[in-house]
Nanobody, 121 residues
Framework: VQLVESGGGLVQAGGSLKLSCAAS????????MGWYRQAPGKQRELVAT????????NYADSVKGRFTISRDNAQNTMYLQMNSLKPEDTAVYYC???????????????WGQGTQVTVSS
């Protein structure tokens, strides 16, 4: 399975971007799906997660009220709508999907290649 992110770019503070994470095929037995980010010189941090059923989302305190995570099962795609962007949101954003292989019970852990988000002041 490949995860391909898109939607990053350069935006002014206060602006919006919508990131997409498209899976190459449908993924089953998902335990965790979410968005992470890594700024230069910093550790990767969790931004938002969504339950496999899509009914419950959790956000880092720094993005609550500004970011929204969602999914489109028919399109095998996860999204991150980012509003009121701040310079401190500048980072490479990664999507992640983890779960258990239905056939052998092995864990899988898929990551996208990352998409750069740069917010200018």
């Amino acid at each position: 399975v490949q995860l391909v992110e898109s939607g990053g770019g350069l935006v002014q503070a206060g602006g919006s971007l919508k990131l997409s994470c498209a899976a190459s095929r449908r993924i089953f037995n998902i335990n965790h799906m979410g968005w992470y980010r890594q700024a230069p010189g910093k550790q990767r941090e969790l931004v938002a997660t969504l339950t496999s059923g899509g009914g419950s989302a959790n956000y880092a305190d720094s993005v609550k009220g500004r970011f929204t995570i969602s999914r489109d099962n028919a399109q095998n795609t996860m999204y991150l709508q980012m509003n009121s962007l701040k310079p401190e949101d500048t980072a490479v954003y990664y999507c992640n999907v983890r779960g258990l292989n239905a056939y052998n019970g092995d864990e899988y852990d898929y990551w996208g290649q990352g998409t750069q988000v740069t917010v200018s002041s």
